[in-house]
């Protein structure tokens, strides 16, 4: 097993397999041999439960407080690049989700429905629909961007939205509720909502892959749904892993990773057809060194996939003081099936801290970047450079 960064010691970025840490935040070792690749980290906040990564741009946003989320624009050469957005109407954030292929617009699920924010520049002012009441947030300084509050998809109960995913084209946008068995799809531009109802109890995640063919829809009870979505039809499946927790697809949509509430074993699911078939079948992933540390009785709280499908993160719970509050951090294949070795574990800043949040960005010319939200009130991100499989 790889060695376990000391406590006191905190993690900094990958280079090919390894990861380098510091002794403390003055340490300048870590920086000054690799500053060109290192991200900054951001101020402290309050909260977080959630992080998303702008598609295609080095912008992050993350909920910041129970009614506020916050947007760093880390291309503002000042560092001066955060937004606050909030609005009457954004009561009890609960998920957060950028929007493809449209500029740069944010949906936050809350109480009665979903906001979507979109940035405007100096000199324009991005729209907002009729009957809206149109919110500005607050302006970067760096910038001068500026974020209007152009929509607001009220659900059809007024019951708080709990999870969201855009379709890849970003035409279509899939909430759902826990307080709610339908999921709703959303025509975004028309503003109109239309239900799909499978199955009793409320819906506690929502993933469209990749390539738009497919939905996947989880509840609490640890049933989960694969739809096709030509014709809208789907099939159910059940665990015995407790509830999917966390679930990622992979780059070429045809394989889906899986963790669930009572297991420290993943799950991979592998279409045996093409689109629109739904012929699956479900896999398990072990994670023996989770199983060590914790003695076999803990569990995966958090997970990500890079958008390559070679980097995956891990948080779990379980374990001494020693190995408590880590992310495991695996190098993946998917030849033909997927399996995972670990390369060694992330530990965050501050004294028995723990990741709240975590999400990969993509679009790193060097690798992927991973950003986590620790339980000490800051938001870190770290590098990841390798060479591909």
Known sequence: ????????????????????????????????????????????????????????????????????????????????????????????????EWRPNSGTTLSVACRGGICIWTASFPGSVAPARSGVVSFLGTTSRGTGLRWTLTDFLKSPGSETVTTLSWSPTGRLLASASLEDSSITIWDVAQGVGTPLRRGLGGVSLLKWSPTGDYLFSAKPNGTFYLWETNTWTSEPWSSSGGSVISATWGPDGRMLFMAFSESITLGSLHFSGRPPSLDAHLLPVDLPEIGSITGGVGNIEKMAWDGSGERLAVSYCGGDLMYAGLIAIYDTRRTPFISASLIGFIRGPGEQVKPLALAFHDKFKQGPLLSVCWSSGVCCTYPFIFRSN
């Open 1 to 96: 097993m790889p060695s376990i960064p000391a406590i006191g010691e905190v993690t900094i970025c990958e280079i090919n397999r390894e990861l380098f840490t510091a002794k403390d935040d003055s340490d300048s070792q870590p920086t000054d041999a690799y500053g060109k690749i290192l991200v900054k980290r951001l101020n402290k906040f309050e909260l977080f439960q959630g992080v998303s990564w702008h598609k295609h741009k080095h912008i992050l946003a993350f909920i910041s407080g129970p009614n506020q989320v916050t947007v760093h624009d880390f291309e503002d050469s000042d560092w001066q690049g955060s937004s606050i957005l909030t609005s009457d109407s954004q009561r009890g954030v609960e998920a957060i």
